[in-house]
């Protein structure tokens, strides 16, 4: 009898420690990745030529012999940027809210009502936050830099109602070169990357790189 009780009582585990690490691995696991710089130009804009910088952020597919099962997708995902001296130092003391490039732009419309025109602001363009299936990618904002000038900007929501509009006072950079610290956060799970932004350089070279081995930051 007990050694029939002690196989059920290891099936039990077993089987427990089984669904455990299927859902482990089945969680979204977000990858942050250098995405081209992204050249612009407007007519009839706030700036005429622009570079936008961004990262890619991944929700990597399960390994090949996993892919019976599906990954989650991540979930409301939402990231918060901050911008960084050299030496770690905060630049702004408090950290960005994220854009989403693939997101609406969060301008307003107009409607006409008879001989009236109506300016209406949609909030559901203003959400900082994404779902990210399993194997597929979006494109996160993180700075841009505008015709001819020196300083780029932090580049988010903020920025299409900021003064001036584009360029956010409380997000502007000056030349020289910085770490940017991004934290995903999606379903309660994080993913932090550090990278460094150029912007000590013509527009047409400003950038971002992978961190150095010695990069760190302080918040």
């Given amino acids: 009898m007990w050694s029939t009780i002690l196989e059920i009582t290891f099936g039990a585990?077993?089987?427990?420690?089984?669904a455990i690490l299927i859902?482990?691995?089945r969680k979204p696991r977000l990858q942050l990745r250098l995405a081209p710089p992204t050249d612009i130009t407007y007519v009839n804009?706030?700036?005429?030529?622009?570079?936008?910088?961004?990262l890619e952020v991944v929700n990597m597919p399960l390994p090949l012999l996993a892919r019976w099962m599906s990954r989650n997708s991540a979930i409301q995902c939402h990231?918060?940027?901050?911008?960084?001296?050299?030496?770690?130092?905060?630049?702004?003391?408090?950290a960005m809210a994220g854009r989403w490039s693939g997101s609406p732009e969060p301008l307003p419309f107009s409607?006409?009502?008879?001989?009236?025109v109506m300016i209406i602001s949609d909030p559901s363009r203003l959400t900082t936050r994404i779902?990210?299936?399993?194997g597929e990618a979006q494109r996160l904002d993180i700075a841009a830099r505008f015709d001819t000038e020196n300083m780029c900007y932090g580049w988010n929501n903020e920025s299409y109602f900021?003064?001036?509009?584009?360029?956010?006072?409380?997000?502007?950079?000056?030349?020289g070169r910085f770490l940017v610290?991004?934290?995903?956060?999606?379903?309660?799970?994080?993913?932090?990357?550090?990278?460094?932004?150029?912007?000590?350089?013509?527009?047409?070279?400003?950038?971002?790189?992978?961190?150095?081995?010695?990069?760190?930051?302080?918040?």
């Fill in 79 to 94: 990231a918060n940027i901050s911008f960084h001296h050299l030496d770690g130092q905060n630049v702004f003391g408090r």
């Fill in 181 to 219: 610290k991004v934290t995903l956060i999606s379903a309660g799970e994080r993913k932090i990357g550090l990278f460094r932004l150029v912007n000590d350089v013509p527009r047409q070279d400003f950038r971002m790189d992978n961190k150095l081995p010695n990069d760190v930051v302080h918040d």
């Fill in 131 to 134: 779902d990210i299936p399993s």
């Fill in 162 to 175: 900021s003064d001036p509009v584009w360029r956010n006072p409380n997000w502007q950079l000056n030349t």
């Fill in 13 to 18: 585990i077993v089987a427990i420690v089984i």
């Fill in 23 to 25: 859902e482990n691995l």
């Fill in 45 to 54: 804009h706030p700036a005429q030529n622009v570079r936008f910088l961004g």
């Fill in 111 to 116: 409607v006409r009502l008879g001989n009236q």
